[in-house]
């Protein structure tokens, strides 16, 4: 059911650590044209540092682990590419259409390639507002076995919820060089973790303890705080005014994030942008750095 690109099937056949990277923060998570430079720039990062990128992706009803040139360009330009989760997977296949990938998507196809290392920007969670909205990332990190790299949740989301509800669904978070829960945007969100590391050979010690002690069906969480985080004041100016808007255009469904996100990046002038496109570069070299430690 797998395509691989040629750089992911030769990284397979020599045993070479593999990162996955999703393709969701692609189609609809980064604004045209500088969605596909950052998108190629992330994967150099990845050689840079060691290992191999497979950025994952539906291509007419087919999976890919790893795109070549001409298909990054399609993830990131063609109109008909929608955002699918895990669930869509197989309506995908049936009727042959493209899609990106969400985490809950991007992971559950890494663990079928058998790659254990993903990175991503924030993840999903429990959104704010009085409507019923979690993120299916949630119940996919419970029952994917790979690291996910990212930095925190993303902010315009509930994260006192999405904490507890990562409890409850017993995925275990650490904190990259850090005690605080990173922010997405912001360095820190306000909640603590009890779990710090301070290297990739600390995640991967961890890693390869759980099946000693039987909890090796979900993910690991390594939460890696951005350096230069987004001027607070024009963050928390962004959240509010951004969620009145989506509740004005009565935006619902899988189109909450995206269209947050592009309010953000959008009314802050790209500064948000430059600080999405930071958190993923430094996740990045981060899962390489981990995929290795592995
Ligand atoms: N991280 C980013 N930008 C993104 C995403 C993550 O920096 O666009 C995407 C991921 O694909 C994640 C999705 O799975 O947002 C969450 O969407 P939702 O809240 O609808 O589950
Ligand atoms: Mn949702």
Same mark, same amino acid.
Request: hydrophobic share 45%; net charge negative; with cysteine.
């Given at each position: 059911?797998?395509?691989?690109?040629?750089?992911?099937?030769?990284? @397979?056949?020599?045993?070479?650590?593999?990162? &996955?990277?999703?393709?969701? @923060?692609?189609?609809?998570? +980064?604004?045209?044209?500088?969605? *596909?430079?950052? !998108?190629?720039?992330?994967?150099?990062?990845?050689?840079?540092?060691?290992?191999?990128?497979?950025?994952?992706?539906? +291509?007419?009803?087919?999976?890919?682990?790893?795109?070549?040139?001409?298909?990054?360009?399609?993830?990131?330009?063609?109109?008909?590419?929608?955002? !699918?989760?895990?669930?869509? =997977?197989?309506?995908?296949?049936? %009727?042959?259409?493209? !899609? &990106?990938?969400?985490? #809950?998507?991007?992971?559950?196809?890494?663990?079928?390639?058998?790659?254990?290392?993903? #990175?991503?920007?924030? =993840?999903?969670?429990?959104?704010?507002?009085? /409507?019923?909205?979690?993120?299916?990332?949630?119940?996919?990190?419970?029952? %994917?076995?790979?690291? @996910?790299?990212?930095? /925190?949740?993303?902010?315009?989301?509930?994260?006192?919820?999405?904490?507890?509800?990562?409890?409850?669904?017993?995925?275990?978070?650490?904190?990259?060089?850090?005690?605080?829960?990173?922010?997405?945007? =912001?360095?820190?969100? /306000?909640?603590?973790?009890?779990?710090?590391?301070?290297?990739?050979?600390?995640?991967?010690?961890?890693?390869?303890?759980?099946?000693?002690?039987?909890?090796?069906?979900?993910?690991?969480?390594?939460?890696?705080?951005?350096?230069?985080? +987004?001027?607070?004041?024009?963050?928390?100016?962004? +959240?509010?005014?951004?969620? !009145?808007?989506?509740?004005?255009?009565?935006?619902?469904?899988?189109?909450?994030?995206?269209?947050? *996100?592009?309010?953000?990046?959008?009314?802050?002038?790209?500064?948000?942008?430059?600080?999405?496109?930071?958190? @993923?570069?430094?996740?990045?070299?981060?899962?390489?750095?981990?995929?290795? #430690?592995?």
């Amino acid at each position: 059911m797998i395509k691989y690109s040629k750089e992911v099937a030769k990284a @397979i056949a020599e045993k070479k650590p593999i990162v &996955a990277l999703e393709s969701t @923060i692609i189609s609809h998570g +980064l604004p045209r044209p500088r969605n *596909l430079t950052v !998108a190629q720039e992330v994967e150099a990062i990845v050689r840079e540092t060691g290992a191999t990128p497979a950025t994952i992706a539906i +291509l007419d009803g087919v999976i890919h682990v790893g795109l070549e040139e001409d298909q990054l360009d399609r993830i990131a330009n063609e109109d008909g590419v929608v955002k !699918a989760s895990t669930r869509d =997977l197989a309506i995908l296949a049936a %009727t042959k259409k493209s !899609a &990106a990938t969400t985490v #809950a998507a991007t992971a559950h196809i890494a663990a079928m390639a058998r790659i254990s290392v993903f #990175a991503t920007g924030g =993840l999903g969670g429990v959104h704010r507002g009085d /409507g019923f909205d979690e993120s299916a990332d949630l119940r996919g990190l419970s029952i %994917t076995p790979v690291v @996910i790299v990212c930095a /925190g949740v993303k902010s315009i989301l509930n994260v006192e919820a999405t904490l507890e509800r990562l409890e409850t669904l017993a995925v275990p978070v650490l904190g990259y060089k850090t005690n605080k829960f990173p922010g997405f945007y =912001l360095t820190e969100s /306000g909640f603590d973790i009890e779990h710090r590391v301070d290297s990739a050979t600390d995640i991967a010690a961890i890693w390869n303890q759980r099946k000693n002690v039987n909890t090796s069906e979900s993910a690991v969480i390594v939460t890696n705080p951005v350096k230069v985080e +987004l001027d607070r004041a024009l963050h928390d100016k962004l +959240l509010t005014n951004g969620l !009145a808007e989506a509740d004005a255009h009565h935006i619902t469904g899988k189109a909450v994030t995206p269209f947050l *996100l592009e309010y953000f990046h959008r009314v802050s002038d790209g500064k948000s942008l430059d600080v999405n496109v930071e958190i @993923i570069k430094s996740n990045s070299r981060l899962a390489a750095e981990i995929a290795i #430690a592995l």
